[in-house]
């Protein structure tokens, strides 16, 4: 498929800025659908703010989607706006039904009315398959969710497929497993844990608490994901897609490999605290991704140990550049 124009929702998160950076290598003239907010947090768009055109659009609001859609005439619409932080799910279920749910019906119906030629990519997640049914998780694994977010992301999943059966769209969705990066909000465990052996280090905090170490997740590197993500929409066919290492880690393994690259021994400075413990935890989160690298020629190229001390020496950068940091994820 020939380069043209794409729209990103959720274009100001860790995903967006990457999968806007790669397109825009690629020739692409980018769109990116904004919230319109009291305070602009455009952080991570800083180096290519003026070579995307920015709009103002809500996933809560079917009306502004259309408008959206027909200003940019995009041949390629890239969906990654949710309410992304698993934990805040618990305590604004109905609010992350709407936005990570029900708002994907609204941007299929959107697309539907205003642009039913273009290519279309759903964010699913691996948070789907929750209380695992086999390991590892590939496409045909039974989803088993554990979080009103889990709940919220299997409906989006499956609304996709369903508009795609229906009205014959071009829509695929990418069952990403959980990829981080330099970019990643400071309420995810692996920013949590880079930005405190940084800080640690620095001499700016001594401790840093956090809930079960022994839980385990496929950890991949964000810069490598939205690849795939491009890829998907450039196959004749649409179709579903696990894109994972194929490896698990625990958040134990992240803490060591974090703080021995500076140098520090985590039994000094880790405490747990039960308020970080979930009401329903996932454990056994693996992906098998033989199908994107048979289909796609997709493969990561990242190794965990690498991804994780990136994000310490970019911490130990910003922290000591005096850079502030946000909470958004």
């Not at 990103?8 to 950076?21: F, V």
């Not at 949590?192 to 840093?208: D, M, N, R, S």
């Not at 991804?307 to 850079?323: F, H, N, P, Q, T």
Request: aromatic share 8%.
């Amino acid at each position: 498929m020939a380069t043209g124009r794409a729209l990103i929702t959720g274009i100001t998160g860790q995903d967006g800025s990457y999968l806007a950076e790669l397109l825009l290598d690629k020739g692409y003239e980018v769109h990116g659908m904004v919230r319109r907010a009291s305070t602009e947090t455009f952080q991570r768009l800083e180096g290519i703010r003026d070579a995307i055109t920015l709009h103002t659009g809500d996933l809560l609001d079917q009306r502004s989607l259309v408008d959206v859609m027909r200003e940019c005439e995009a041949e390629e619409i890239y969906n990654l706006a949710a309410m992304s932080f698993v934990a805040a799910s618990w305590s604004q279920p109905v609010l992350t039904a709407e936005f990570t749910a029900v708002g994907v019906t609204r941007i299929l119906e959107a697309m539907r009315e205003v642009s039913p030629q273009a290519r279309f990519y759903q964010a699913s997640s691996s948070e789907m398959f929750g209380q695992v049914l086999e390991v590892p998780q590939r496409e045909t694994t039974p989803f088993y969710p554990r979080s009103p977010y889990g709940v919220a992301k299997c409906y989006a999943h499956f609304i996709t497929v369903n508009y795609r059966e229906s009205y014959d769209l071009h829509a695929a969705c990418g069952i990403l497993f959980n990829h981080e990066s330099e970019r990643r909000g400071l309420e995810f465990v692996t920013r949590k844990v880079t930005h405190a052996a940084a800080a640690i280090k620095l001499g700016l905090q001594t401790e840093v608490a956090l809930g079960n170490l022994d839980a385990e997740r496929d950890w991949g590197y964000a810069k490598d994901y939205v690849e795939a993500m491009w890829m998907m929409l450039q196959e004749d066919e649409p179709d579903d897609y696990v894109i994972a290492t194929g490896e698990a880690h625990s958040v134990r393994e992240l803490v060591d490999v974090a703080f021995a690259h500076v140098g520090l021994d985590p039994e000094d400075h880790v405490r747990i605290d039960p308020k970080y413990l979930r009401p329903a935890e996932v454990e056994h989160l693996i992906g098998d991704p033989s199908k994107a690298r048979a289909k796609l020629g997709w493969n990561p190229r990242t190794t965990f140990e690498d991804m994780v001390k990136l994000m310490v020496d970019s911490d130990l950068d910003l922290l000591a550049r005096g850079v502030p940091q946000k909470q958004a994820g």
